[in-house]
């Protein structure tokens, strides 16, 4: 799984680079984007899996759900925290990678987003439902690829622990 996980990561990255070195990287969006340290440009970035830990065990004291590790502009890696009743999303320009690392859940993707608002300042979209998804069961070790525009969400959410990596695809 570590392996899996580190060439998301890598793959990610090296795509984000590409589309920032070639000016078409997205700008930062919202407050929760200035949380992480910017990506470097110059070599590899490492997150021990100790330090992974003990940022799961802090989110979880502070009940917090979010925590950027990396910021790239057109892509990020954050560890996420899943629970229920966390509204429904579309992102209109990013596409999102989850790795799932802890817990069970069912993903439902695709159908339609039943009311949707346009969050403020960011490209989300939020719901307070998904009409006629697909549901797939998650596990640890498994990864789900969302592309932009298509609504997902989650429910029976049980100690879902995720690396999630968004980047820009437009």
């Known amino acids: 799984m570590r392996t899996l996980l580190l ?7 090296l795509f984000g680079v590409g589309r920032v070195a070639h000016g078409r990287g997205g700008q930062a969006r919202g407050p929760a984007a200035l949380q992480g340290p910017l990506a470097p440009t110059d070599k590899a970035a490492y ?17 917090v759900i979010n ?6 502009g057109a ?8 629970k229920e009743g966390d509204a429904p999303l579309v992102h209109a320009k990013s596409a999102d990678v989850w ?9 439902i993707t695709g159908g339609q987003l039943v009311d949707g608002q346009k969050r403020p300042n960011i490209d989300d979209e939020a719901g307070s439902a998904i009409r ?4 797939q069961a998650l596990n640890p070790g498994d990864v789900l690829y969302i592309p932009p525009g298509v609504p997902h ?14 980047f820009d695809t437009k």
């Open 132 to 135: 006629g998804g697909v549901e």
């Open 99 to 107: 790795v799932m690392t802890a817990g069970t859940a069912t993903a």
């Open 153 to 166: 969400g989650f429910k029976d959410v049980k100690g879902f622990r995720a690396f999630l990596i968004r």
């Open 67 to 72: 925590k950027r590790v990396l910021e790239g």
């Open 75 to 82: 892509y990020s890696i954050n560890v996420r925290i899943v």
């Open 7 to 13: 060439t998301v990561i890598a793959t990610v990255v």
């Open 47 to 63: 997150f021990a899996n100790a330090d992974i830990q003990a940022t799961w065990k802090d989110l979880e004291a502070r009940q």
